[in-house]
C-alpha cells in the first residue's frame, strides 16, 4: 500500500525565508537566500510521535485565521534540552525558529505547513523510561508575525491604489520578502491609507475587507491575496468529487449540516470618510427574523463600492441550506492514490462535490469551496480534513449584479 513520506525540517536561522543559506560561490540562484553563513537545518522526521496542523477561516468573523501545528518529537538523546551544552542544538532552541512539515507521494512533494517556533514543551511519558522524552513543538504560521508587527504610515498608500498594491506596499513596511508573496492586483481603489496605530495583519484585513477578497498563509509560508473574482468564481472551476458510493474519490466521514450560523439578512457597511451604507432583504428577515451584519472603517473610495458591498453580502447569505460542514480522508485507505494526491493538493477555495447516500435511496449532494485544512498524523495514520463552505460572494450576484443594479426583488433597502 502506497502511502505518503512525511517530512518535518527545523531551521534554526533567522529571518522568514525558508531556504537554506547560500554563500557567495555557493548555492543556487532563484533558490537559496544570500547569507555570509549556511543555516543549521535538521530533519527530525525519524523522531515524530503526532503532528497535527490546521489551517483555514473562521466562518463567522469572515477571515482566515493564524495556522497553527504541533510537532510531537521522541528525544532520546537529550536534544531539545535547552541547557545540554553537548547538545547538537544548544543555543539555537529559541523561539521564532522555522518548522516546515512536507509529504511527498509518487515523486512529488507537497507542502503542509511552514512557520514559525513559539514554544518547547518536554514531558516524560509514564509509560516510557527515563531516557526517552516528548518534546512537543508548537508553531504558528507568517499571520503570527504580522500581528506583531505594529505600523502606523505605510509608505506610498496614496489614494487610487488597488488592493492588491496596498497589500503589497503593507508587506514592504514590514520587511516581507517578495519572494514570500502570491498577490492579485485587485479590483477596488483604495483611500489613502489613514495612518493610525495597528497591526500590519490588522491593516492588510481592512484592505482585505474593502475588497471583498481573501488574505492568508499557504502551506508553503507565503501570504496571499486573492481577489473577489478568484474568491466567487473559483466555484465555477470542475470540482473533485467526493463519494461514498463509488463514483468519485472515497472519504471516512462527511458532517452534513444545516444551520442559521452563516445567514445575514441586513448588512451595515461604513468607509472611512462615508456614512454608513445599509442593506437588507425583507423575506429573509420574516423568514429567518433579523441576523446583522456590520463592518465599518473600510477603505473603499466611495460610499457607492459601500453600498454594493451591502447589496452583495445580503445577496449572498440571506438564505441557507445544508451543507458540508467537514469531510475527513484517510490516507492509509488501500488503493487510495487518488485520494492521497487530492487530500495533499487541495488549497482553499478549491471547489469539491460531496455526495452521500442517505436511507431509503436518497442522497445528499453539494458542491462547495474548501475553507479549512487538517491534518492528523502519527508513525501509523494519516487523515486530513477539509472544512467547506457555500462561496463568500455567489458568483452569479459577482457576475450579474454586483457593482451595477442589484434587482429590488431581491434587495430593499
Do not use: C
Request: aromatic share 10%; no cysteine.
Amino acid at each position: 500500500m502506497a502511502v505518503p513520506t512525511v517530512n518535518a525540517v527545523i531551521n534554526f536561522s533567522t529571518g522568514p525565508a525558508f531556504a537554506q543559506a547560500m554563500i557567495l560561490d555557493q548555492g543556487i540562484l532563484g533558490t537559496n537566500v544570500l547569507a555570509d553563513s549556511a543555516a543549521v537545518i535538521v530533519d527530525v522526521s525519524d523522531q515524530i510521535n503526532r503532528i497535527e496542523t490546521r489551517r483555514g477561516r473562521n466562518a463567522l468573523a469572515d477571515q482566515f485565521q493564524t495556522g497553527t501545528l504541533t510537532l510531537r518529537i521522541v528525544d532520546q538523546n537529550g536534544d531539545f534540552n535547552p541547557q545540554n551544552v553537548s547538545g547538537p542544538y544548544y543555543e539555537l532552541l529559541t523561539p521564532m525558529k522555522k518548522v516546515q512539515i512536507t509529504a511527498t507521494f509518487l515523486g512529488v512533494t507537497y507542502p503542509i505547513f511552514s512557520g514559525f517556533i513559539t514554544s518547547y514543551v518536554t514531558t516524560y511519558p509514564k509509560e516510557a523510561d527515563a531516557d526517552v522524552a516528548y518534546t512537543t513543538i508548537q508553531a504558528v504560521d507568517a499571520f503570527r508575525l504580522a500581528q506583531n508587527a505594529q505600523i502606523s504610515t505605510v509608505t506610498g498608500a496614496t489614494a487610487g491604489n488597488l488592493s492588491g498594491t496596498r497589500i503589497n506596499q503593507i508587506l514592504d513596511q514590514i520587511s516581507w520578502p517578495a519572494s514570500m508573496r502570491d498577490i492579485d492586483a485587485g479590483l477596488t481603489t483604495m483611500q489613502a491609507d489613514p495612518g493610525t496605530n495597528r497591526t500590519s495583519l490588522a491593516a492588510m484585513q481592512t484592505v482585505t475587507d474593502s475588497e471583498y477578497g481573501a488574505l492568508y498563509v499557504d502551506a508553503s509560508g507565503s501570504f496571499v491575496f486573492q481577489d473577489r473574482n478568484v474568491t466567487a468564481g473559483s466555484i465555477g472551476a470542475t470540482p473533485t468529487v467526493f463519494t461514498d458510493t463509488g463514483a468519485g474519490i472515497r472519504y471516512s466521514d462527511a458532517a452534513w449540516i444545516l444551520n442559521d450560523v452563516l445567514i445575514f439578512n441586513k448588512a451595515t457597511i461604513t468607509r472611512v470618510g462615508g456614512t454608513a451604507q445599509v442593506a437588507q432583504n425583507a423575506a429573509s428577515i420574516e423568514k429567518y427574523f433579523l441576523h446583522s451584519y456590520f463592518l465599518d472603517n473600510l477603505l473603499m473610495q466611495t460610499d457607492a463600492v459601500a453600498l454594493d458591498y451591502a447589496q452583495a453580502y445580503v445577496a449572498s447569505r440571506a438564505e441557507t441550506s445544508i451543507r458540508v460542514d467537514a469531510i475527513t480522508l484517510d490516507l492509509y485507505t488501500p488503493n487510495y492514490d487518488a485520494g492521497i494526491i487530492a487530500a495533499l493538493d487541495l488549497e482553499f477555495f478549491d471547489p469539491i462535490t460531496v455526495s452521500t447516500a442517505q436511507p431509503g435511496g436518497s442522497t445528499l449532494t453539494k458542491t462547495l469551496q474548501i475553507f479549512g485544512v487538517a491534518n492528523t498524523i502519527t508513525p501509523n495514520s494519516f487523515k486530513t480534513t477539509f472544512t467547506t463552505l457555500e462561496p463568500v460572494l455567489d458568483a452569479f450576484i459577482l457576475n450579474n449584479s454586483v457593482y451595477g443594479t442589484l434587482d429590488n426583488n431581491v434587495l430593499s433597502y
